[in-house]
């Protein structure tokens, strides 16, 4: 790790840097994981490096739709894991819920690398006094050749039988537009975290958490472990995706206040 003062005034984004550069070199994070993070930062700028409120709008909705969701699934890829390994655990831990390794680049080893770091985190968690009561603990499947998506044709395409395929709700962070337009092609509500209002993902998603995935993780595990009111059902019958992703563009653009 790099030396960074405390006290430097974006400490929190070169911490990130360090720990994505930490998961590269520990074989979790893919070398071009590194470019979509540099281009995630510069959207994180924009949106003054905190959670706004089209994002706490989006955590609402996405807490309500996966809590409803009858088979959700937490798809996990290289960057995702380096940098919230614990909170994806503890979203898997509130939604009772499993996740799934699903990477682009496979170099040799990644995805059970990816697996053998989530389940350490998993351990972790499960013995920390902070967590305890929480007795639900996530799996962590593999892809297979068993099943597999339509209309993808990278390495993305291989997934679980029990886990992304069957599921009716993904929740995806960092999500590659290609695979996003899969799913969904293949009638599954996706929802995703994403830092750029404009990438293919943000536009196709059902829901799209404009936020560092660092930020809106441990958000929606609260929004889940407090959600309650089955009339939340409602809010997903009139959440308009494309309006909060017209939020996030008014604030960057310096023309609203991002409600
Ligand atoms: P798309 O394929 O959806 O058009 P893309 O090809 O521009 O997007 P990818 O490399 O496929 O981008 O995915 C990376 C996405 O993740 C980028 O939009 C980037 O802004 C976003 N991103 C990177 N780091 C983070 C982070 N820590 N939190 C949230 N989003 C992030
Ligand atoms: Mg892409």
Redesign the pocket.
């Known amino acids: 790790m790099s030396d960074v003062p405390k006290t430097h005034p974006r400490y929190l984004s070169l911490t990130l840097r360090d720990t994505i550069v930490a998961g590269v070199e520990q074989g979790i994070t893919s070398i071009h994981g590194l470019i ?2 540099g ?2 930062e510069a ?1 994180d700028y924009l949106i003054g490096e905190a959670t706004q409120p089209f994002a706490t709008e989006a955590i609402r909705a996405a807490a309500a739709m996966l809590r409803l969701a009858e088979h959700p699934i937490i798809s996990v890829n290289g ?1 995702v894991a380096a ?1 919230a390994p614990e909170a994806l655990i503890e979203l898997g831990q509130v939604l009772n819920a499993p996740l799934e390794v699903n990477i682009f680049h496979t170099e040799t080893g990644r995805e059970q690398r990816i697996r053998e770091h989530l389940l350490k985190h998993k351990a972790r968690l499960l013995t920390s006094p902070a967590k305890e009561g929480v007795e639900n603990s996530p799996d962590v499947l593999m892809p297979t050749t068993e099943a597999q998506l339509s209309y993808i044709d990278s390495n993305r395409k291989f997934v679980h039988p029990d886990g992304i395929f069957k599921a009716d709700v993904v929740f995806v ?6 695979r ?1 337009e899969a799913l969904r092609k293949m009638g599954k509500s996706v929802v995703t ?4 209002p404009m ?3 943000a536009k196709q998603a059902s829901i799209t958490i404009v936020d ?3 930020r809106a993780l441990p958000l929606l595990c609260e929004e889940i472990r407090n959600f309650s009111d089955p009339a939340e059902q409602d809010t997903l019958k009139t959440y308009s995706n494309e309006a909060v992703l017209q939020k996030a563009l008014r604030y960057i653009s310096g023309s609203g206040n991002g409600d």
């Not at 962070?173 to 290609?178: A, C, I, N």
């Open positions: 979509a993070h281009r995630g959207f960057n940098l962070p960092l999500e590659d537009g290609d996003c975290v994403d830092l750029n990438s293919r993902t560092n995935v660092v």
